[in-house]
């Protein structure tokens, strides 16, 4: 077999995925929801990658999952699990240090290469309840032949609730986030009319909010939190003046579905 060459963007999904298989067999599915761009990228072929992975848990208390987590990190077979993709370490995080409290845990982690490059990765887990409907699903195997990986079943949230937590992020965050745009914008054509419907559910005020933010991120902001996160193929694509500002119209478009359906 071949050598392959992984980017970072790929090593940090390689590490995703194996912790969600690792996760998945120490926590029942009805337990936990994948969510944010993990999600997207996993199942709904979203073009970015993600730098940290966020999931939802109910039923698990602080301790019992921080012992969980700490446990995962530190086992020998999980850490050598990453050999063969080039990642020769894995440092977990400085639990005194690290963010432990009852609505939001945060685990940061590094991937250490063989090139001695630290990449830097972020667990967050939140208990603030489930935010719609959690499906569990097999990987797609077009992610998974990319890494030559083994089926994977997760627990995760569908395209509906993919698309009211964008727009939620979109109207609440203190600070707009360029992703949360180009997110709602591949996740646009994976909603029908029904689904559309089901998103009634959300406040007008959050739906107006969301679509007035839009126009507010600049295209500097986007090139680097989002265009730096795609594949070096579609960073010529996606990179330019004229394709953010048809991402942000076309995100902006569907919003305003939503306001006329209300």
């Known amino acids: 077999m071949e050598n392959v060459i992984y980017s970072h963007l790929q090593l940090r999904e390689v590490f995703h995925i194996e912790f969600l298989r690792a996760f998945g067999r120490k926590l029942k ?30 039923g698990i208390g602080m301790g019992e999952l921080k012992e969980l987590i700490m446990k995962l990190l530190q086992a020998q077979t999980f850490r050598e699990s990453f050999y063969c993709f080039g990642i020769k370490d894995i440092i977990p995080p400085d639990i005194k240090a690290a963010k432990q409290a ?47 990986l083994s089926p994977l079943i997760v627990a995760h949230y569908d395209a509906q609730s993919a698309v009211m937590q964008k727009i939620n992020a979109l109207a609440s965050r203190a600070a707009i986030q360029a992703r949360d745009i180009f997110d709602l914008y591949i996740l646009l054509s994976q909603v029908d009319d029904n689904a559309l419907k089901g998103l009634k559910q959300l406040s007008p005020a959050v739906v107006s909010g969301a679509y007035e933010r839009i126009f507010e991120v600049d295209f500097a902001v986007f090139k680097d939190t989002v265009v730096s996160y795609l594949p070096d193929e579609d960073c010529k694509i996606y990179g330019t003046v004229s394709c953010w500002e048809e991402i942000k119209l076309k995100a902006a478009n569907f919003i305003e579905e939503l306001i006329k359906i209300k």
Do not use: C, M, W
């Not at 929801?33 to 992975?53: E, H, M, P, T």
């Not at 490059?117 to 409907?133: H, N, V």
């Open 29 to 58: 599915a009805e337990k936990y929801a994948v969510k944010g761009g993990v999600n997207l990228r996993l199942f709904f072929k979203s073009l970015r990658y993600s730098q940290d992975i966020d999931l939802d848990v109910a």
């Open 102 to 148: 009852q609505a939001t845990q945060r685990f940061k982690v590094h991937l250490i290469t063989t090139a001695d490059e630290d990449l830097f990765t972020k667990i967050e887990f939140s208990r603030r309840g489930f935010f719609g409907k959690v499906i569990v699903e097999s990987v797609p195997a077009v992610i998974l032949r990319n890494y030559r």
